[in-house]
C-alpha cells in the first residue's frame, strides 16, 4: 500500500498562476482532508470531503476550490495564485470520519512557492 | 473556538533521558487527540490515537494520556535517542460541526536529542 500520495512535491507559481494539486489514497477511505501548514501556526484545514462527490469548506476556504469525481482522488485548485498561498499542503485520508476511533493518515506534503 | 496548546516550543535534551511533552485544548468536546510526528520537510506520522473514552495509550517507548475534563494530555518519551528528535504535533478531533471538519492542530513542540 502507498498510503496517501501528493502529487506534485514541489512547485513555484507566479501570481495570479493556477494550478492543481492531487491526491491519491489506496485505503478506500471515505474522509478526505486539505490542510495547509504556515511557519508558526498550526495546520489548518482547508477544505474536505466526507464521500465521493462531496466537498465542505474548512477554516481557510477562500482562494481554493475542490473536486472529488473519485473516491481515491481529491483534487486542491488554486485559480488565480496569490503570494498568501505560499505554504505547504498536506493531504490526509480516514476510514470512519467523525467517531472516536478514527486515525487519519497523512501524505508526504506539496511544497508551493507563489512569486 | 477550539485552541491546542503545545509546551514547550522547543525542546533540547540529552540523549537518554525521559521526556514529557504537553498539550493542552480549550473545548472538551472531542472524539480523539492524536500525537503526530513530523520530521523535517517530511509528512506527518501518526504515534498515536487516544479515544475520548480512553485514559491512556502506549506504544514502544511512547506513552500518550488524556485528561478530557481538564483539556490535558502528555506525551512521555522513555529512554530518549537521536532519532527522536523531530517535531511532536498535538491534535484533536472537536465534535462541534458534526466532526467532519478535521483536526485541530497545535504549533508542536521542536525536540532535538543530543547525542
Known amino acids: 500500500n502507498a498510503g496517501v500520495t501528493q502529487t506534485p512535491k514541489f512547485r513555484v507559481l507566479k501570481t495570479g498562476q493556477s494550478m492543481t494539486l492531487l491526491c491519491a489514497q489506496d485505503?478506500?477511505?471515505?474522509?478526505m482532508y486539505w490542510y495547509r501548514q504556515d511557519p508558526g501556526m498550526g495546520l489548518r484545514l482547508i477544505h474536505y470531503?466526507?464521500?465521493?462527490?462531496?466537498?465542505a469548506k474548512g477554516e481557510v476556504p477562500d482562494g481554493y476550490n475542490v473536486s472529488r469525481l473519485k473516491k481515491q482522488n481529491f483534487l486542491l485548485g488554486l485559480e488565480s495564485a496569490a503570494p498568501s498561498q505560499t505554504s505547504v499542503y498536506f493531504c490526509?485520508?480516514?476510514?470512519?470520519?467523525?467517531?472516536?476511533?478514527?486515525?487519519?493518515?497523512f501524505g508526504p506534503g506539496t511544497r508551493l512557492t507563489v512569486l | 473556538k477550539q485552541e491546542v496548546t503545545q509546551i514547550p516550543a522547543a525542546l533540547s535534551v540529552p540523549e537518554g533521558e525521559n521526556l514529557v511533552l504537553n498539550c493542552s485544548f480549550t473545548?472538551?468536546?472531542?472524539?480523539?487527540l492524536q500525537w503526530f510526528r513530523q520530521d523535517p520537510g517530511k509528512g506527518l506520522t501518526s504515534l498515536l490515537l487516544?479515544?475520548?473514552?480512553?485514559r491512556e495509550q502506549t506504544s514502544g517507548r511512547l506513552n500518550a494520556s488524556l485528561d478530557k475534563s481538564s483539556g490535558r494530555s502528555t506525551l512521555y518519551i522513555a529512554a530518549s535517542q537521536p532519532g527522536d528528535s523531530a517535531t511532536y504535533l498535538c491534535?484533536?478531533?472537536?465534535?462541534?460541526?458534526?466532526?467532519?471538519?478535521?483536526?485541530?492542530f497545535g504549533k508542536g513542540t521542536h525536540l532535538i536529542i543530543q547525542p
Open positions: 491534535a484533536v478531533r472537536p465534535t462541534s460541526g458534526g466532526g467532519a471538519d478535521g483536526l485541530t
Open positions: 473545548d472538551s468536546a472531542i472524539y480523539n
Open positions: 490526509a485520508s480516514s476510514e470512519n470520519g467523525p467517531i472516536e476511533g478514527d486515525t487519519q493518515y
Open positions: 487516544i479515544q475520548s473514552s480512553q
Open positions: 485505503m478506500n477511505h471515505e474522509y
Open positions: 470531503s466526507v464521500g465521493e462527490g462531496t466537498t
